[in-house]
């Protein structure tokens, strides 16, 4: 076997501190204008002195950008943490963020902002402040928080909401009947959870720039009132002089079925007759349609009739009291 040996290569032109360094034992060394640009020692490991430019990657930072340590745990912007849980892969981003990765068994992903799970198992903050925790596995994702703490210190996080395999939305619950919390079905159903035995304590609050205007409330320990305001300082003008019989009159209650359910019969009111009576029991306008021509259909509250019908009863009450008197000249017509 023949051999060529040499301490350096360099090229013909007379350049000579540009080229293939072989003086060392164990090492290829390439150098440009004598200084060592790549080195490649006796365990193939290559080491890049200057940034370097490969497909699709671009390195120009003034540090090392990426790190793979020994148990193939990846650090972008920091070196992973060597207290890192055995059974995971890691990846370590920036100043405290951090994901895993499960390297066996059942797939699983873990997202942490500000923290790392150390070889006990334990989360611990990265730095000193809140961290928040998103964790993916069993086609679940859960989403966690911790209060600001020190960096070093056991984090304990409490999870906040999960979006189970099911497609159920649980907020304060694990459950989709939440005692107490909150739950969205895909099929549309919501429950609203209060372990608080309290009549009045509220289920939903409605609110206008900040401020309370109605509630579903707890009455009992058995049922529920929907409120809206009504309280004496809110209102002004009050008067109970008004003619209630005349107006109920203009009211025309009808029997119906509803197009889409044409076997069903049922008591009620046309929205836009109700309207000119009693308008705030009436939303949207008679005929009303959008902009490509479909119709935005009107609604009713017959809530809103209740004073009406409460305040005729009151005037038909003095009117049968005084035909019991004797009085009834007063009333004929």
């Keep these: 076997m023949s051999e060529i040996k040499v301490n350096s290569v360099v090229n013909s032109t007379g350049d000579n501190d540009s080229g293939l360094d072989l003086s060392t034992n164990d090492q290829v060394i390439i150098k440009t204008a004598n200084t060592t640009a790549i080195t490649v020692d006796s365990s193939q490991g290559v080491t890049v002195a200057g940034a370097f430019t490969s497909r699709g990657i671009d390195d120009n930072a003034d540090a090392t950008a990426i790190t793979i340590d020994s148990s193939e745990n990846v650090g972008i912007g920091r070196t992973p943490d060597t207290d890192q849980y055995a059974d995971l892969t890691v990846l370590a981003l920036g100043n405290g963020s951090t994901i895993y990765a499960a390297k066996t068994g059942s797939p699983y992903l873990d997202i942490i902002d500000n923290g790392f799970l150390n070889s006990a198992g334990n989360f611990e903050y990265q730095t000193s402040n809140a961290s928040s925790r998103m964790e993916l596995t069993g086609g679940t994702f859960t ?76 009455n009992g320990t ?112």
């Design 143 to 218: 989403f966690h928080n911790a209060p600001s703490g020190t960096a070093g210190n056991t984090a304990t996080f409490t999870e906040r909401s999960r979006i189970d395999s099911n497609g159920n939305l649980l907020v304060g619950t694990t459950s989709t009947t939440p005692n107490p919390g909150v739950s969205v079905r895909p099929n549309g159903i919501i429950g609203i959870g209060n372990s608080n035995g309290n009549s009045g304590n509220s289920f939903i609050e409605f609110r206008r720039n900040a401020t309370q205007i109605g509630s579903v409330t707890q």
């Design 222 to 333: 058995t049922g529920v009132s929907y409120n809206t305001s009504s309280d004496h300082r809110l209102k002004e003008n009050v008067t109970a002089d008004w003619d209630a019989t005349t107006r109920i009159k203009q009211l025309n209650p009808v029997r119906f079925n509803f197009i889409a359910d044409a076997d069903t019969t049922v008591d009620g009111f046309l929205a836009h007759e109700v309207q000119s009576v009693v308008p705030e029991a009436i939303t949207g306008t008679h005929n009303e349609v959008d902009a490509d021509g479909n119709p935005v259909y009107q609604g009713i509250d017959q809530s809103k009739l209740v004073p009406l019908l409460v305040k005729t009863i009151q005037e038909l009450e003095a009117r049968i009291t005084a035909l019991e008197n004797g009085q009834w000249q007063v009333y004929s017509k």
